[in-house]
């Protein structure tokens, strides 16, 4: 399976953490998005909004990182992509954290660190207090869920759990609110001994 993917990108590394903790092999084809690459009319070919990831497997070809989560995690039986109801816990959480919580965390991540990379200027104070208002609102969400559980679905390690953390991998970078949250981050502190998770890592920006 081809995977165009950037490595500092989170909604990639959703991606790559579930390839790498189940074994399933991906031809990393890799797509440099500060130089435009995602709208070359090749890129564009293959995902019309001209965003990583893309993965193609076969006559398939996926856009949208928690879709291919899901589409990677299925080449196996395994537990982290369960044939239970546990799945629609799943896709929630995949939802939220798309809708919610990851938004919150990705307009801090453009705010204070992506700007500044892309020359566009300083963070917008009014977008950085109101990014930073829903973080809080949707930390304690995710803080509650955790309260006596190590993961998020069935106290298993899931695609949820690797989804709905992908957006906190530049927390510190971005100054995300995380003070407070006690089970959202011994909850991460969990991940980051998951071999997946650990070898999807960025490299340090
Ligand atoms: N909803 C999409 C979002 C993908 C996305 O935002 N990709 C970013 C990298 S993290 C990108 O390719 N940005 C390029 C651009 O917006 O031009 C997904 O989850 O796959």
Redesign the pocket.
């Known amino acids: 399976m081809d995977f165009y993917t ?1 490595p500092v ?4 590394r959703k991606v790559d953490a579930v390839a790498k903790q189940l074994g399933i092999p991906l031809v990393h084809k890799q797509v440099d ?1 500060l130089k435009r690459e ?1 709208q070359s009319p090749q890129f564009l070919a293959l995902n019309p909004n ?4 893309v993965l193609v497997d076969g006559d398939v070809v996926l ?4 879709a291919i989560q899901c589409y990677v995690a299925s080449k196996t039986d395994n537990e982290m992509w369960p044939k239970t109801h546990h799945r629609y816990d799943i896709m929630r959480w995949q939802a939220w954290e ?1 809708a919610h919580f990851g938004a919150a965390a990705r307009t801090l991540f453009f705010q204070r660190v992506l700007k500044r990379l892309l020359q566009q200027g300083e963070p917008d104070r009014a977008r950085v207090e109101e990014a930073e208002a829903q973080f809080k609102r949707f930390a304690a969400v995710l803080d509650g869920a955790l309260a006596g559980r190590r993961f998020l679905v069935n106290d298993q390690l899931t695609i949820a759990d690797f989804c709905v953390a992908a957006p906190l991998t530049y927390v510190e970078q971005a100054k995300m609110p995380l003070a407070g949250f006690a089970n959202v981050q011994r909850w991460r502190a969990a991940l980051d001994e998951q071999p997946g998770w650990r070898a999807s890592a960025p490299p340090p920006m």
């Open positions: 950037n990108s989170p909604n990639c998005v995602t001209g965003m990583v990831p856009w949208e990182s928690n798309t």
